[in-house]
């Protein structure tokens, strides 16, 4: 019987194992290769872009009032105000694209903040109860179970009404409220995780706690936290601009796409780009963050397309 390890190999075979791609190279390839994360990526930026801008990029402060110059109509409507308010004005006469333009800072900010807290809690507990299971998995599921009979939004309602409506409190309430979704994926991949032969390895050398969850078991589920945050990122932007609407959330004259929502509400049927335009804003960034969260999905699956 012919030796195995001697088998001569073929000049394509060698070829092959010296030009097989790098991880990294993989990784670039199913990045560019997913045009749901490339999409939502491009988008993301260029409303990030606008928002750090915003100062070089609004025409006008968005919190300069001129009754006198109110409800003007945009551009499509009335060519003459396309130098000086090229999407018109507000009820108050502010310029309506500047607080679109500085909205942007306001929904990144509430975003990501929010993404931060939640995903702190979340990932502490879950990892927590995924790692060490047993009476320590209970307690953590029944402070789960709690915050699941919980309704975020009525809970959102009644906190601000308690301690004021301010882009601080509606922060605060909506890290504290939204870590669920995190705990439990955290909780579920940390149980399979902590199973693994190479977890099991660390263990028997003598590895301690905090080192084999910070070294082994957190980069292998920071994948499944990157998809998760980005999901709760999107939820906190609409919550936000939901509790803002019904005159909960950022206070005037704060200029949130939200709040700009409830103050357009009179005018819907007059001047309905009032609602439009930042509806339309709202739309385009929780969009490109589902579908950039949705793309990396798919970009960090072991296999890629």
């Not at 092959?16 to 749901?36: A, H, I, T």
């Not at 796409?257 to 309905?272: H, I, K, Q, T, V």
Request: aromatic letters at 10%.
């Amino acid at each position: 019987m012919t030796d195995i390890a001697h088998t001569p190999r073929s000049f394509g075979q060698i070829v092959d194992e010296v030009l097989e791609p790098s991880p990294m190279q993989k990784l670039r390839k199913r990045m560019f290769g997913n045009y749901s994360f490339l999409a939502g990526l491009v988008i993301i930026l260029l409303i990030l872009a606008v928002a750090l801008l915003a100062p070089l990029l609004a025409p006008h402060d968005p919190l300069e009032t001129n009754l006198s110059n109110r409800l003007t109509n945009p551009f499509w409507h009335d060519a003459k105000t396309l130098e000086e308010h090229p999407l018109g004005t507000d009820k108050v006469g502010r310029d309506y694209l500047s607080r679109l333009i500085y909205g942007a800072q306001i929904s990144l900010l509430i975003g990501v903040s929010t993404m931060l807290i939640s995903g702190t809690i979340g990932t502490i507990l879950g990892v927590t109860a995924g790692y060490f299971g047993g009476r320590v998995d209970m307690v953590i599921n029944f402070i789960i179970n709690t915050r699941l009979a919980m309704p975020v939004f009525l809970v959102a309602m009644a906190a601000v009404v308690a301690f004021g409506a301010s882009l601080t409190v509606v922060i605060l309430v909506l890290g504290l409220f939204l870590w669920d979704r995190f705990a439990v994926v955290m909780r579920s991949i940390t149980m399979q995780a902590r199973d693994l032969d190479y977890v099991k390895a660390a263990r028997a050398m003598g590895c301690s706690t905090p080192y084999i969850i910070v070294r082994e078991i957190f980069p292998n589920v920071l994948g499944s936290l990157t998809v998760v945050a980005t999901v709760e990122m999107a939820n906190a932007i609409l919550l936000e601009a939901a509790l803002s609407f019904l005159g909960f959330g950022v206070q005037a004259p704060t200029p949130s796409w939200g709040l700009m929502l409830n103050e357009a509400r009179e005018y819907m049927f007059f001047s309905p780009w009032l609602l439009a335009l930042p509806g339309a804003c709202l739309f385009f960034l929780v969009l490109a963050i589902n579908l950039f969260g949705d793309g990396l999905r798919d970009v960090t699956l072991e296999k890629g397309r």
